[in-house]
C-alpha cells in the first residue's frame, strides 16, 4: 500500500498545484478526491485531530509522507503558522510548496485564505528566538516607521509597527533568517503586501497607495 499511497499523494500534489498549502488543505483534497483510501487510512491509523487520544493518527502519517516527499525535493517545507483549524489537535501547522512553481505575480483577496496565510507565516516565523529579536532589531533600525507609507504611532510606550519577511517563504522554504530580510511595515501595508504571491514590496505598495489617492 506503501507505493500506491505516495502516488495517491504525488497526485494531489499536483491537483492542489503552485500555490502554498497546509497539512490541512492537502487532507481536505485528499478526501475530496479518494474518499475510499482515505477511509482505510483512518481504520488504519485512527482519525486525527484534538481528543483523537493517540499520538499516532492518519493525520500524522501525512504529514510524514509529505515530509518524505520534501526530504526528496518534490515539495519544499515553509514555516509553521499558529492559525490552525478548530480541532486541529496542535498548536502549529505545517505549509508546503512545490519548488519553482511560483514564478508568475498571483492576486489575492484580502479575506481569502492564502492571503490570511501568508501573512499568518510572517508573523509566526517573527515571533520566537532570534527571529523576534532580529524583527525587534529592524523595527528600530526603521525607527518605527513604515517603509511604505512612513506611518508612525506609538499607544502607551508600544509603537504600532510590524516587521514583513521580504523573501517569500513560499520560494526560499525554510532558510536563516538575516536583518537585511526583513523590513517595517505599518499593519495595513503588511496586510497589502500579503494581497500577491509573491508580496508586494515595499515601494510597489507606496506606488498603490498614491494611484489610490490620485484617483479619488
Not at 485512527?46 to 493517540?54: H, T
Not at 511560483?102 to 483577496?109: A, P
Not at 523590513?183 to 515601494?203: A, D, E, M
Amino acid at each position: 500500500m506503501a507505493t500506491s499511497l505516495d502516488q495517491l499523494v504525488s497526485n494531489v500534489i499536483a491537483i492542489i498545484g503552485k500555490e502554498p498549502f497546509s497539512t490541512d488543505d492537502f487532507i481536505t483534497q485528499f478526501r475530496a478526491q479518494y474518499p475510499r483510501q482515505w477511509d482505510e487510512l483512518e481504520e488504519e491509523y485512527g482519525k486525527g485531530g484534538a481528543g483523537n487520544g493517540s499520538k499516532y493518527t492518519v493525520n500524522v502519517r501525512i504529514g510524514n509522507l509529505l515530509g518524505a516527499k520534501a526530504n526528496r525535493g518534490e515539495i519544499k517545507r515553509l514555516e509553521y503558522a499558529r492559525e490552525v483549524p478548530e480541532n486541529w489537535g496542535s498548536p502549529v501547522i505545517r505549509h508546503w510548496v512545490i519548488p519553482n512553481t511560483i514564478g508568475s505575480d498571483t492576486s489575492l483577496e484580502i479575506d481569502s485564505a492564502k492571503a490570511r496565510e501568508g501573512y499568518a507565516i510572517d508573523a509566526s516565523l517573527l515571533s520566537r528566538g532570534r527571529n523576534r529579536e532580529l524583527a525587534e532589531a529592524r523595527k528600530s533600525y526603521d525607527h518605527y516607521t513604515c517603509q511604505a507609507c512612513d506611518f508612525k504611532l506609538q499607544i502607551e510606550s508600544r509603537w504600532v509597527i510590524e516587521a514583513h519577511h521580504l523573501n517569500p517563504l513560499s520560494v526560499t522554504g525554510e532558510t536563516e533568517t538575516k536583518l537585511e530580510h526583513l523590513v517595517s511595515l505599518c499593519p495595513t501595508c503588511h496586510r497589502i503586501s500579503h494581497l500577491r504571491s509573491p508580496p508586494y514590496t515595499p515601494k510597489e505598495i507606496r506606488q498603490l497607495r498614491k494611484a489610490s489617492v490620485n484617483s479619488t
